[in-house]
Every structure is written in C-alpha cells, then in structure tokens.
C-alpha cells in the first residue's frame, strides 16, 4: 500500500484546519463586539496543548490507524475505544454540515440568489457533500491530491488579507469591547469555544498514521507546521477583517472575506477571494470526508462499530462509512438551514466542538496512563497533559446548555447502541 509523505500529511491537517471556519468565523464572532478577537488567542493556546499531546502520542504508536480511537481503545479498552469513535465521529459528519453552510454563503456572491432561497441554498450545500463524496470513493492518494491543490488555493487569498488588508485597518475599529450583554468571562468563554472550531482537525494526521511514511516524526511534524501555518494564518486575517468592515456590517455578512476585499480592491477582489473561499470549504470538506469514513472503518474493523462500515471498494476506500455519514451530515444541514447562516453556522460549529471533546478528554486521559509506564516521569508532557483537560472542561462551559443537552442525547444514544447492538455480539 503506497503511503503519504510529509508535505501530503501536512496539506490534509492545514486543509482540515483552513476550511470553514475562519471564513464564516469573523461575522459570527462581529455580535460579540471586539472582544471576539481575544478567542483567537485563547483557542490558540488550547490548540497548542492538544497538538503536543497527539505528536506525543504519535511518537509512541506510529503504525496506528483511526487516531484518537486506536490510543483509547488501547489504552483505557472497547467501551472508551467505542465512545472515542463515536464521538469523533459525530462531531465530523457535523463539521461536515457546517462546511456545507461556509461553502454556501461563499458562493452567494457568485449567485446571490441563494441568500433568498432556501431550497437553492441546500441543494448547493447538498451537492458539494456528495460531489466530494463521490472523490473520496477513489484512493487515499487521489484525496490527498485533491487536498494539496486546495490547500495552495485557499491560503493564497487568506494570507492577501491578513498581510496585504493590515495596511487598510481603521485601528479606532480594532477594541476588545464587550457587545454581547454577558459577563466579560461568559462572552470570551463562548468566543473560545467557537474559535476552537476552527482549530478542531490538528489530529488528523494522525489518523491515517498507519499510512504514513516514517510516522513517528512525520506526523508530530506534520501537526506542528499546520498549527503555525493555521495560527499565524488565522490571527492577522481575522484582525484585519475586524479593522475594515464595521461591527453592524460585518455580523450580517455571509462572505466576511469577500467583503473585506472588496473595500481596498475593489468589487473584482470580492469574487477572486470568494472563489478562494470556496476552493478551502471544498478542501476542507473532502479532508473531512476522508476522516469520517477512516474513524468508523477503524472502529468496526475492531467490532466496535456495525460491520457494514468495515466494507471497502476496490480502491479500499470506506464507501459505506462515507455515504452514511454523508447522510446524517445531510440530514443536519437541511433541518438547520431555516435559521439565519451564521447561526446556523455556530450552532454546528458549538455541536461538533463539543462532540469531539470526548475523544481529546479520552486521549488526554490516555496518554497520561502511557507516561506512568515511563521510569523516568515526563514533567512537562504531565503538565500539558493536565492543562489540556482544563481547557476542555472549560470548552464544554462556553458551548452552552443547548449545545450541551444535544451532545448529552448524543453521547447517550451511542451508549443504547453499544449495550444493545455491539457487547452482547463480542
């Protein structure tokens, strides 16, 4: 089986990363008022911790395959293995919906008719899950194809933005106040939690770990790189989208991005830019897809998930896993879709934040048990370890007691189906 480098590992953790929520991010944080821009630093730092934890656990079991749910399932045995995967994999077929709506209010310049038509504004939605569904029915090495090509073209108009649009900051718009009626600590706890959002996917190299030439510096590295690529990519274009584009404007806006151009290139920029932003929800999607279908493969080959996600094509690609996910990701965007976009775009983005969770609590958990066995204690990865887990219990605070009752339901319907479906077979 032919495995992917460095540069491939690092373009599916950067395209995962890079996807929806930067683009749609800055008008869903605009409500908050400046103080928005402290969640960046803040999920930042989190984002740090977690991608030490993975690179550390990376290092330790390279040939693994399905990432967070092969360290748990290792470590703590099936029923964590189980909800590891479960969770992971709820919270990707929501990124998934999520990155559908980014992918939507993207292409509402080119078509702006889709702002006011909401069956037009699902079947675009719709179409670019299946579309993509459709390429990661092929080998991995054609999505990882697909994944360099628009990693290049997504962070070409991104970092014009962050490093061109400084120049056109308005600095009396730049301030940390507070516009959303909470405590200072409410507000800058929720904007955490929903800049988080676009940090989740610093784990993905390490799912197709066992996929991966020399995993146990590739995939660390690989980890590494995107975070820096991520951050630094994220924290001057939200910056200079927040000193260009007025709070009242930039808040109904469904293509910051777009509009942030426009204002010191003119209308042209605005679709050149557009059109970047389309290229990374699509690349984002299809590192997605390839992850959603990976997990629950992962899980059923160990006879922790249904058999029938163990099935591959003739590629060996998890066609089953993906079209189910596809579904469910499907079914999410059409009922959601009702509601304001970046509404609808938070809400998804707080959902799959909070399902995903459990899989890092897990695997946090889970290297601390495998620094025990080391006879010379590793302080500092001790320390990261412990830091990580305030920081996801602090996360679960800032998704707030919606988001939290349907990640409740969530975590408990996968509870019904590995006590009735999956223990009494093993």
């Known amino acids: ?175 940390f106040d507070n516009l959303s009626g909470q405590s200072d600590f409410q507000a800058i706890s929720a904007v955490t939690t929903l800049t988080l959002f676009a940090f989740l996917g610093l784990e993905s190299a390490t799912v197709a770990s066992g996929r991966t030439k020399n995993a146990a510096k590739t995939v660390g590295r690989a980890g590494m790189i995107a975070l820096g690529i991520t951050g630094v990519t994220y924290i001057l274009s939200s910056v200079a989208i927040f000193g260009i584009l007025p709070p009242e404007v930039l808040k109904d806006s469904s293509a910051p991005f777009a509009d942030a151009a426009s204002v010191f290139w003119g209308e042209k920029a605005k679709y050149i830019v557009a059109a970047g932003a389309i290229a990374a929800t699509l690349g984002a999607l299809n590192g997605w897809l390839l992850i959603q279908g990976q997990i629950p493969m992962a899980s059923a080959q160990d006879g922790l998930f249904p058999k029938i996600f163990a099935r591959v094509n003739r590629h060996g690609a998890p066609i089953i896993g993906i079209v189910i996910s596809s579904v469910l990701a499907s079914t999410v965007l059409t009922f959601r879709f009702s509601e304001q976009l970046a509404q609808v775009f938070g809400f998804m983005m707080n959902l799959s934040t909070l399902s995903v969770l459990t899989p890092y609590l897990m695997t946090i958990i889970s290297l601390l048990l495998l620094l025990k066995r080391d006879p010379t204690p590793n302080r500092m990865m001790q320390g990261v370890s412990y830091l990580s887990i305030a920081f996801c219990l602090w996360i679960i605070y800032g998704c707030g007691l919606e988001v939290v009752a349907y990640g409740g339901l969530l975590v408990l319907a996968g509870i019904f189906i590995y006590f009735t479906l999956i223990k009494p077979k093993k």
């Not at 008022?33 to 993975?54: D, E, K, N, Q, R």
């Open 1 to 175: 089986m032919k495995k992917i480098g460095l540069w491939s590992s690092t373009a599916l953790v950067t395209g995962n990363m890079i996807g929806s929520g930067i683009f749609l991010l800055p008008a869903t944080l605009a409500s908050f008022g400046g103080i928005g821009l402290m969640g960046w630093l803040y999920s930042a730092m989190g984002a740090l911790l977690f991608t030490l934890v993975f690179r550390q656990l990376s290092q330790r079991l390279p040939e693994t395959i399905g990432g967070p749910y092969a360290y748990v399932k290792l470590m703590l045995g099936d029923f964590w293995g189980f909800l590891v995967g479960w969770g992971y994999w709820v919270s990707i077929w929501c990124t998934n919906a999520a990155i559908a709506v980014a992918f939507v209010g993207y292409l509402s310049v080119f078509l702006p008719e889709i702002n006011s038509n909401t069956p037009l504004a699902i079947g675009c939605g719709l179409g670019a899950i299946w579309a993509l569904s459709a390429v990661n029915s092929f080998s991995i090495r054609t999505v990882a194809w697909v994944q360099k090509i628009t990693t290049v073209l997504k962070l070409l108009p991104i970092l014009a933005i962050g490093f061109i649009g400084i120049f056109y900051i308005d600095w009396s718009l730049i301030n």
